[in-house]
């Protein structure tokens, strides 16, 4: 593939196809149970930067996947992102009001409603990665099951909110080694899933596994500094969720743990060794560089 320029130009070019792959695997809303598909596409169309499963189909491409395979796994990813935004709105999470500038789910119609919905979600995801792509040979399907599997379970994404929960209840005797650790399940886990999949979907050989992996660490580590970094300088209208909810819990965060200079500077070194993975793929990664930018830049 001739790498593009920029990444926000590359997803926006990517974003109606993964839109329209989005409604190919969801039920239509009026098919039975009606009230629970019309739940799950409230979240998954509630807007988003579909990061991750544009972060799928730019690895597949990259390693020469044919882009118009890859609308189905690159959906996937979205799914079962959106389970766990709405997941982690609810009262006994993070209890949030808001999630892409609209009432979460559970605000929206009940909580009870919302973890079926996030049930639903997670199980579809995975039955999609397990189909899709049709042509792709079924070791290399059941690999991104697998995958993907592993990133959100006990030892990856949700593992990490389980020890964000604690973290919260008692501080950790090391707090910087726990505060990676966290996040290196609970945000980089699915993300390194999304450019791994993309992969194996392209028939990457291990090496160029490994490459997107160690790059996917980072970019899961970009994600949350400037995330945390939001929390304190970002406005509830600019993020569409509630600003300053991580502060007034005194969450564990890159913020309190470094200060917020600390965690610029986190920031700037985790970009560099960003950066550094990503001139290592093929045509230099210049996508993968815009990508780095992109995620150190962000506003929401």
Not at 149 to 159: D, E, P, T
């Amino acid at each position: 593939m001739n790498q593009p320029a920029s990444f926000p130009h590359y997803l926006q070019k990517r974003l109606p196809a993964i839109e329209s792959a989005l409604e190919r695997v969801l039920p239509p809303p009026q098919a039975p149970p009606a009230l629970l598909h019309q739940a799950m596409r409230y979240s998954v169309f509630a807007g988003g930067k579909r990061v991750r499963p544009a972060l799928l189909l730019l690895a597949g491409e990259t390693f020469g996947a044919d882009a118009s395979t890859l609308g189905e796994p690159a959906a996937a990813l979205e799914l079962i992102h959106t389970f766990s935004l709405i997941h982690d709105d609810l009262p006994a999470l993070d209890d949030d009001d808001l999630r892409r500038g609209r009432p979460t789910l559970h605000k929206q119609y009940d909580e009870a409603l919302a973890i079926l919905a996030g049930d639903a979600l997670l199980d579809l995801g995975l039955e999609v990665l397990a189909r899709f792509p049709v042509d792709l040979a079924a070791e290399r399907r059941l690999r991104n099951v697998v995958v993907v599997a592993q990133a959100v379970g006990s030892h990856g994404m949700i593992g990490g909110q389980v020890a964000d929960l604690e973290a919260e209840r008692t501080w950790p005797d090391d707090p910087a080694a726990t505060l990676a650790s966290i996040h290196q399940r609970k945000t980089g886990a699915l993300l390194r899933a999304a450019l791994v999949a993309g992969g194996v979907c392209a028939g990457a050989g291990e090496p160029e596994l490994a490459l997107l992996e160690r790059l996917g660490d980072q970019v899961g580590m970009l994600f949350q500094i400037r995330d945390d970094i939001l929390d304190i300088e970002g406005t509830s209208e600019s993020l569409g969720k509630t600003a300053g909810k991580d502060q007034a819990a005194d969450k564990l965060t890159y913020p309190r743990v470094y200060g917020l200079d600390g965690a610029r500077q986190r920031l700037l070194e985790t970009s560099l060794a960003a950066r550094e993975a990503a001139a290592r793929l093929p045509g230099g990664g210049t996508a993968f560089l815009s990508l780095v930018d992109f995620l150190v830049q962000r506003q929401s």
